[in-house]
């Protein structure tokens, strides 16, 4: 084969295969003010694509700050999120920029900015969903609050294993006249709804933990002094002494030292 026609193949193939229609801001009969128009990204170079991408997000962005001038202006905080769960996931640009301009197109028409707004502040819990960002990797220490209920939000992804422990020494109680207890509690069996944590090997006083997946489902379960919990979803974890109310709890004090009960979360096995 001829270099010529080698030549004239890449020119035809070339030819053949016309560029990606550009992306730019446009308006329609009807609209009050531009929307942002992604190009057809599926037609696109990888390399052009990745360019288009940013450059849809930046488009977006910008009106969604109010740049724009067109009466488009959603919170910072918001549009803050939304860019930052999609520069970890720039593949779904795509998909949100033409839904983003459906709802541009039904506003600048003359619909209600709210539908938009709704979709916006959604976007980060929906693009997120079923993901864990943040596992228990380290070693958190912190110190148990007694006057307050429950205290201390921690992600937990699931399958975690965390390995929670309070300090034996340190002593409080929960009534004026009560006995000086450390986490593991009184003598007593917490019985009764009133207390956060009323199953078996709950007692009152003691340090109790508490788990909320992400579909919001419960479980609280005693700790006392030590215990490793198990997460079943992704969820928070949070703590607290299992006591009906809190304002007359109160640390021992020797002299000007007075008791804190440390808590540790970290890894477990």
Same mark, same amino acid.
């Given at each position: ?5 080698? /030549? ?13 229609? &550009?992306?730019?801001? #446009? ?14 990204? =599926? ?13 849809? $997000?930046?488009?977006?962005? #910008? ?14 905080? /918001? ?5 930052l769960v999609l520069l970890g996931?720039?593949?779904? /640009? ?18 209600? %900015? ?13 693009? @997120? ?7 228990? @990797? !380290? ?14 939000? *921690?992600? $937990? ?7 929670? @422990? ?5 002593? !409080?109680? *929960? ?7 450390? #986490? +593991? ?5 917490? *019985?009764?709804?009133?207390? &956060?944590? +009323? ?23 005693? %700790? ?11 969820? =928070? %974890? ?22 804190? @009960? #440390? ?7």
């Amino acid at each position: 084969m001829s270099w010529l026609l080698l /030549v004239d193949l890449a020119e035809a193939k070339r030819k053949k295969d016309p560029p990606p229609p &550009p992306q730019e801001w #446009a308006v329609e009969e009807g609209m009050k003010a531009q929307c942002w128009y992604p190009p057809v990204f =599926e037609l696109m170079a990888e390399g052009d694509r990745r360019l288009a991408r940013q450059a849809s $997000l930046d488009a977006m962005r #910008a009106q969604w700050l109010g740049q724009r001038d067109d009466g488009v202006k959603f919170e910072d905080a /918001v549009v803050d999120d939304v860019e930052l769960v999609l520069l970890g996931r720039p593949q779904q /640009v795509e998909a949100i920029a033409r839904a983003n301009l459906e709802l541009c197109k039904t506003f600048m028409k003359g619909g209600e %900015i709210g539908l938009w707004s709704s979709w916006l502040s959604a976007l980060p819990g929906k693009l @997120t969903e079923g993901e864990c960002l943040q596992p228990l @990797t !380290y070693t958190l220490f912190d110190y148990l609050d007694i006057a307050r209920s429950w205290q201390r939000p *921690i992600t $937990l992804c699931q399958g975690d294993v965390a390995k929670i @422990t309070a300090t034996v020494n340190d002593k !409080y109680r *929960i009534s004026d006249k009560g006995e000086w207890i450390n #986490a +593991n509690g009184t003598a007593e069996k917490a *019985i009764g709804a009133d207390y &956060p944590c +009323n199953i078996e090997g709950c007692m009152v006083g003691m340090l109790v933990g508490r788990f909320v997946t992400e579909k919001g489902v419960e479980t609280i379960f005693p %700790i006392g002094v030590g215990t490793t919990f198990t997460a079943p979803e992704n969820g =928070e %974890i949070t703590w607290s002494i299992n006591d009906i109310t809190w304002y007359d709890n109160t640390y021992f004090r020797s002299a000007t030292i007075e008791d804190r @009960t #440390a808590v540790t979360i970290e890894p477990g096995s």
